[in-house]
């Protein structure tokens, strides 16, 4: 069996209206799936199936964290993630996926998820990603106090709360 065949859901077997599926995913599961964005990481995945009149809705609760590489000192680091993601999948003649609803062969009716959880995983990832301040590889502590003045503007507003919180361990 292939690394990333249980997460595949079979639409038509979803019983009494809806299911509930679970998965962990680690770094098995990145390389497998060869994203570029991420390469390691730990995420639980929930899934909830229902069935409507015209589509199968499909919701999924993504948390845990994965590494990325930060942007100030190239290292690796790791960033949490926690969303909540909704995904619409019915059936037709041929694949589509529009980015909101798939559509899934009916002959097949078989929804392959692995891409699906990689690419939520991979928005939530913030545009611009760094260490916390002090927390740089490379970094003096000397350098970092300075380079965190001159940077404060750029700095993630995600991470505002942590950086204030250094700043006070510093004074
Ligand atoms: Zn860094």
Redesign the pocket.
């Known amino acids: 069996m292939n690394t990333l065949d249980c997460y595949k859901v079979d639409l038509k077997g979803i019983s009494a209206g809806s299911e509930a599926f679970s998965w962990h995913v680690d770094d098995e599961f990145f390389s497998a799936v060869q994203g570029r964005e991420i390469t390691h990481g730990s995420l639980d995945v929930e899934l909830e199936v229902r069935q409507r009149a015209e589509a199968y809705e499909l919701t999924f609760h993504i948390e845990g964290e994965v590494a990325v590489t930060?942007d100030?000192?190239l290292?690796s680091?790791y960033i949490p993630i926690n969303a909540d993601v909704q995904l619409k999948a019915k059936f037709g003649t041929e694949y589509d996926d529009d980015g909101e609803m798939v559509t899934v062969p009916y002959d097949e009716g078989i929804i392959d998820l692995a891409w699906h959880i990689y690419e939520m995983a991979a928005l939530e990832i913030p545009i611009r990603h760094?260490?916390p301040e002090g927390?740089?590889?490379g970094e003096s502590d000397a350098e970092l106090w300075d380079g965190g003045q001159s940077e404060r503007k750029e700095i993630d507003p995600r991470w505002d709360k942590l950086r204030k919180i250094l700043d006070n361990n510093n004074k």
């Open positions: 930060c100030r000192c290292a680091m760094v260490h927390q740089c590889v």
